[in-house]
């Protein structure tokens, strides 16, 4: 199966701040998915991207399908962003997501 | 309108019961999947359904069963319970069984075994 490793492992960031996640693939995927893993342990779907980039509010993301590699971006981060952003993917053939290790970040006020 | 709602959020139970989790999904999809977390938040699939026929079926051990009624439900029964199995477990769905499919999870599971 693929390999998902994700990158930093922790992040402490000052509010305000801007920061960059990244998750790099073994093997090509056709689904690719970030999630937030909020301090309440819920799962919550940020971006489904394949490909390409795609923009909600102060969170970006850009998938470089050729290149095997995802980037998150966090902008003016705020105390609600602390928790764990994961990434995961799955190949072509198959449709079960495998997971990074996450990144776990914390928003300092 | 909960899409993927997972019962009970907690649960606490002494090693060698047996218990069983419930997962529900109103989205449509015909993919469902059970997922763990262990405690250093790593997460696994463990079970993969589409449209009640098992698909995926990793490395766990039989004394977990997963078992699907019809396409929006995918239960998990889990016999003889030992302290290893504490973790929390997801539940999710999809559509479609091809990988182009985005993927959207329960509030998840919280096993204790004591």
Not at chain 2, 79 to 107: H, M, W
Request: proline fraction near 4%; include cysteine; hydrophobic fraction near 30%.
């Amino acid at each position: 199966g693929i390999q998902v490793e994700q990158s930093p492992p922790d992040l402490i960031l000052q509010e305000g701040a801007n920061s960059t996640l990244r998750c790099n693939f073994s093997d090509s995927v056709n689904n690719l998915q970030w999630f937030h893993q909020n301090p309440w342990g819920q799962l919550i779907n940020l971006f489904y991207i394949p490909s390409g980039t795609k923009q909600n509010g102060r969170l970006s993301a850009t998938t470089v399908a050729t290149e095997r590699y995802s980037l998150l971006y966090i902008s003016s981060s705020q105390t609600t962003d602390s928790g764990v952003y994961f990434c995961a993917g799955a190949k072509a053939a198959g449709n079960k997501l495998t997971f990074g290790g996450g990144t776990r970040v914390l928003v300092k006020p | 309108d909960t899409a993927v709602s997972q019962t009970p959020k907690y649960l606490v139970t002494q090693m060698g019961n047996d218990k069983s989790i419930k997962c529900e999904q109103n989205l449509g999809h015909d993919t469902m999947y059970w997922y763990k977390q262990d405690s250093k938040k790593f997460l696994k699939i463990m079970f993969s359904y589409n449209n009640k026929e098992l698909i995926i079926n990793e490395t766990v051990p039989n004394r977990f069963s997963p078992k699907s009624p019809d396409k929006a439900h995918l239960n998990l029964h889990i016999n003889s319970l030992e302290l290893g199995d504490s973790a929390v477990y997801f539940c999710a769905s999809s559509r479609g069984q091809g990988a182009s499919s985005e993927a959207f999870f329960g509030q998840g599971t919280r096993l204790t075994v004591v």
